[in-house]
DNA sequence: GCCTAACGCCTTTTT
DNA sequence: GGCGTTAGGC
């Protein structure tokens, strides 16, 4: 037997063992979400419940795998049978079943981001649309529209006069490429993630007989990160948890960071009212940082202007101040960011060390640093395994071997052969389509190399299993690959590698086909020790012993265009709160004085940002870079802080009033109204910071980045 | 008609 | 470094 209750809090007991209706747990950041989860997981089992019965959804599939996997441990016995995943990969695995007894949707093949956008353009340029006009937007601006509106359930039209109103002019045209796009789908037996959700909802809505019994068999439904799924989700949740089906969600509206993507927020906050007599959970003890991390993670949040109900607390009260380091560059910045490492290094293992950012090309140059110094790293985010181009070469002959009418499959496998694109490729797939043997032996006639593929993918179908297949595809294409990718196919050799292990644990084509789209595992796990490169949004639900943040200025962190949209910024404020709260003991976040652009090839000066701004300047040790590459003590946290008071008795903690060094000015105060000034030898520069309590620093072209005293500057 | 190479433009987050 | 457009070749 487990014993609950010397191993968990009382509010995450309550959690665990409650019974009988619907539950809803607003869990903060560290707070032992996923322990409570587990310890759920654990509990209906050791209960009695048939592991079959139970449904785990999550925002990953590495997510429910490791939660099921932890209970199992605990129990002692095996969860097997019970299903874990994603929405989508779920939904997935219940169309196929439904189309294995003839119904549903009729094509099963799941189209990634990239393949949807071949389409969108097919439907535009099929239409004639955008001819010539070079404003008209592009694929992967119409495809993120389209998806979109179907996503936030909103015409159109509507979304982009609430999004995008630059595009209003084209919203008619672009309702017509969304039309001619459902139909090309449809028409070639593709889905795209948005339709295997609505589709599992057509299905379960007019398939009585299926809903009843995916309801029978799952009546423990648990749905993690419940903040961030989107209309369709909720609704699917409902109609499989029925009337009296058991459903716990999981979330923390001050972690939503998916509005992008259509979550929504009121899923959350209004799910009492969906699941009438829900129990609500709150915990807000966090077991994860150190009260000066936390200190500047409240900070962050308590300026939101939706304003959240809670306030973490923890008894670690003693910690490491969070430092901010001022880098003279982004491209600097990289060098200082190695160094830190290294020095947290002595205290950590490397995988308990991240560097995250905004956006997956941020780390670039920190990339090139960590190669050159021979510091193993892995990245998340960004490029998915899944998309670089040789996999998705090795996916494209996979999915002929499947099906050869497959037109977006053979515009990549032949796109090593001269003289054929993509008209002839579309022909291709229609005539095998349609076993125009005639028409097709004529083509491969024509062209040695196209007869050669045609063969290839031939005797491939002849092979049995899976394995074989695999293995024969990576064989025939590594010397496609060489030729493709002279200059790096070292570095992607050992991608088709990776590639091979995940195969290595599928036995059947389709299965390894969907996975890969939908949620694509990442290859062996890390036998190395290996620093962690990742964007906000991947880093969600992990924690590190020391983080890193880079780039926390202006147009990188918040994003160039949120900055005028208040909701936007909303979420980016949010997406701060999220990254900052990933630490346990060590928080260090840089801010370049100046970003590379790349477009006009010089250096620009950049604003702190407005998220570090919000935080007392007493909360922070701040560092800046020197000339001479070192770094120089700016300021330190005033010892006269006192950590928050960790509630006594109080049952719900709910709002601390804290105690904010309320008189200390934020860093970089002033900054608000910088403009330009000008000095007696450098001439005129402009103002990139207010350096309290006198100086500023300033940029003059041609001379660079300096200090100087308020006296000896004249403000224009 | 179809394909390729060359040139100018702007970079978000993910199932 | 990728996308869309355009000019020019087969």
């Known amino acids: 037997m487990i014993d609950y209750e010397q191993l968990l809090n009382e509010r995450q007991l309550e959690a665990v063992r409650h019974e009988g209706g619907p539950l809803l747990v607003i869990a903060g950041a560290g707070s032992g979400k996923t322990r409570t989860i587990v310890f759920r997981l654990a509990r209906l089992v050791e209960g009695g419940v048939d592991p079959e019965r139970i449904l785990l959804l999550t925002f990953t599939r590495k997510a429910s795998a490791e939660m099921l996997s932890r209970a199992e441990t605990l129990l002692g016995s095996s969860l097997r049978r019970a299903v874990g995943g994603t929405f989508h990969s779920f939904a997935f695995a219940q169309l196929r079943r439904l189309a294995a007894l003839g119904q549903g949707p009729a094509g099963l093949t799941v189209i990634d981001k990239a393949d949807a956008e071949d389409i969108t353009r097919m439907a535009k340029e099929e239409l004639g649309l955008g001819k010539g006009d070079k404003s008209f937007p592009k694929k992967s601006t119409l495809q993120e529209i389209i998806s979109k509106s179907r996503n936030k359930e909103l015409e159109l039209p509507d979304l982009v006069g609430r999004e995008a109103v630059h595009l209003l002019p084209y919203a008619e045209d672009m309702g017509k490429i969304a039309e001619r796009y459902q139909k090309l789908k449809a028409g070639n037996g593709l889905l795209d993630y948005d339709d295997l959700l609505f589709e599992l909802e057509k299905a379960l809505t007019e398939h009585q007989e299926f809903r009843d019994r995916l309801r029978e068999r799952f009546r423990q439904i648990m749905v993690d990160e419940y903040q961030d799924t989107n209309k369709v989700q909720a609704r699917l949740v409902r109609l499989l948890a029925g009337e009296d089906g058991e459903v716990m969600a999981v979330g923390d509206d001050a972690q939503s960071i998916y509005a992008f993507r259509g979550a929504d927020v009121a899923n959350i906050l209004g799910f009492p009212k969906i699941f009438p007599g829900a129990k ?34 923890t008894e670690r009260t003693e910690g490491e101040t969070p430092r901010l380091i001022r880098t003279m560059s982004d491209v600097s910045q990289a060098g200082r960011v190695l160094e830190r490492i290294r020095e947290l290094r002595r205290t950590y293992p490397l995988h308990e060390i991240a560097v995250l950012f905004r956006a997956g090309y941020q780390s670039y140059p920190l990339e090139l640093a960590l190669t050159k110094a021979g510091l193993p790293f892995r990245k998340y985010g960004g490029v ?76 491939i179908r002849g092979l049995k299993d899976f394995q074989a297949k695999l293995s024969r595809v990576i064989g025939f294409y590594q010397p496609i690959m060489v030729q493709m990718f002279p200059d790096d196919y070292p570095r992607r050799q050992a991608g088709l590698e990776e590639l091979a292990q995940i195969g290595a644990a599928y036995k059947d084509l389709d299965d390894f086909l969907a996975d890969l789209v939908l949620d694509p595992e990442e290859g062996e796990s890390h036998p190395e020790d290996e620093l962690v490169l990742t964007t906000v949004h991947s880093a969600k639900g992990l924690e590190f012993s020391a983080v890193l943040l880079i780039d926390l200025v202006e147009e990188r962190f918040p994003m160039k265009r949120a900055l005028d949209r208040p909701d936007d910024m909303e979420e980016e404020r949010r997406l701060m709160y999220v990254a900052c709260t990933r630490a346990k003991d060590s928080l260090t976040m840089f801010a370049p004085e100046c970003l590379w652009n790349r477009f006009k090839s010089m250096s620009e000066p950049a604003r702190l940002s407005p998220f570090v701004r919000d935080v007392p300047y007493a909360s922070l040790d701040v560092y800046r870079e020197t000339i001479g590459g070192g770094l120089a003590r ?13 509630p006594s008795a109080d049952p719900d903690p709910g709002i601390e009033p804290g105690i904010q060094p309320a008189a200390s000015p934020a860093i970089g105060q002033g900054n608000k109204d910088l403009g330009m000034c000008r000095h007696r030898i450098f001439g005129p520069g402009k103002i990139v910071a207010f350096l309290p309590p006198n100086k500023y620093q300033v940029n003059f072209p041609g001379f660079g980045l300096k200090v100087i005293i308020e006296d000896y500057l004249e403000m224009l």
């Open 280 to 313: 609500v959970v709150r915990l807000e003890r966090n077991y994860r940082s150190t009260q000066p991390i936390l200190d500047v993670s409240n900070a962050i949040l308590a300026e939101a202007k939706e304003k959240f109900d809670k306030r973490l607390y």
């Open 384 to 459: 998915r395994f899944h998309e670089a181009a040789h996999v998705k070469d090795v996916l494209a002959f996979l999915r002929l071997v499947r099906n050869p009418g497959d037109a977006l499959a053979w515009r990549r496998a032949a796109a090593h052969i001269k003289g054929v694109g993509e008209k002839t490729c579309g022909k291709i797939a229609l005539e095998s389509l349609q076993g125009d043997e005639k028409a097709l032996t004529k083509r491969r006639r024509k062209t040695p190399q196209l007869d050669e593929l045609f063969s290839e993918l031939d005797a």
């Open 634 to 646: 700016e300021s330190g946290r005033t010892p006269t802080i006192k950590p928050l008071a960790p």
